[in-house]
Structures are given as C-alpha cells and as structure tokens.
C-alpha cells in the first residue's frame, strides 16, 4: 500500500507564494501519474496540475493560468507544486493523489486515480 503525504500548506496573503510537497513512501518512477487536486468547502474537488515521473511531462488546469508549477525529485520521491500570484479563490484543501495502472494524466480527473493524501490547507487572504 503505497502512502502519500502532503505538506507545506499555510496561510499568505493575496499575491503570495506557497511550495507545496507530496512525499512518497515508494518510488514515484512506479507510478503513472501524480497529481494534485484541490476542494474548496461546499465545492466539488477539481484537479490542478499532473506529472508522469517516467516521461516528466505536465498537464495543468485552465485556471491555474500559468500561476503554478508541478516538478519532482526523484531522490526524494517527491512531487512539488509550487504556487505564486495566490488569490482567494486558491483557498482549498490541496490533495496529492497518484495513479499507477495508466489512466489519462491529462484528464485530471479523480476517478483515475489510486492513492491519495490527506490533503494540506491552503489559504490566501485578500
């Protein structure tokens, strides 16, 4: 059963910056995908930004507008989502979730994926 466990959540101010972490208990090259998705109170949980550890290649939502970056460490097992220009409507519980039978990264699309975290808060103040 692999583990996923997220960190670096806090609260910033509009325009602020936030380095999110998803650690794994295994080797991420073993997964397909790693995501991180993210659900605001009251709002259906809806996807951020994918990467596939074998190939490194990157898949964002609209909404993120260029504001975020997903990476990895191989060394680490661990899976980055570094956030700048936060505004209020990032304010949500980030989640990792990872996906090792091969579903469709680009999708975002929670149903594909396997393991998930226990989420880490974001909130951004105005």
């Known amino acids: 059963q692999e583990h996923l466990v997220e960190s670096g959540g806090d609260s910033v101010q509009t325009g602020g910056s936030l380095r999110l972490s998803c650690a794994a208990s295994?080797?991420?090259?073993?997964?397909?995908?790693i995501a991180w998705f993210r659900q605001a109170p009251g709002k259906e949980r809806q996807g951020v930004a994918a990467?596939?550890?074998?190939?490194?290649?990157?898949y964002y939502a609209d909404f993120v507008g260029g504001r975020f970056t997903i990476s990895q460490d191989y060394g680490k097992n661990t899976v980055y989502l570094q956030m700048s220009s936060l505004k209020p409507q990032d304010t949500a519980m980030y989640y990792c979730?990872?996906?090792?039978?091969?579903?469709?990264?680009?999708?975002?699309?929670?149903?594909?994926?396997?393991?998930w975290g226990q989420g880490t808060q974001v909130t951004v103040s105005s």
């Open positions: 295994g080797n991420i090259v073993g997964f397909y995908c």
């Open positions: 979730a990872a996906d090792a039978y091969g579903a469709d990264c680009s999708r975002l699309n929670e149903n594909d994926f396997d393991y």
């Open positions: 990467i596939r550890p074998g190939g490194g290649s990157t």
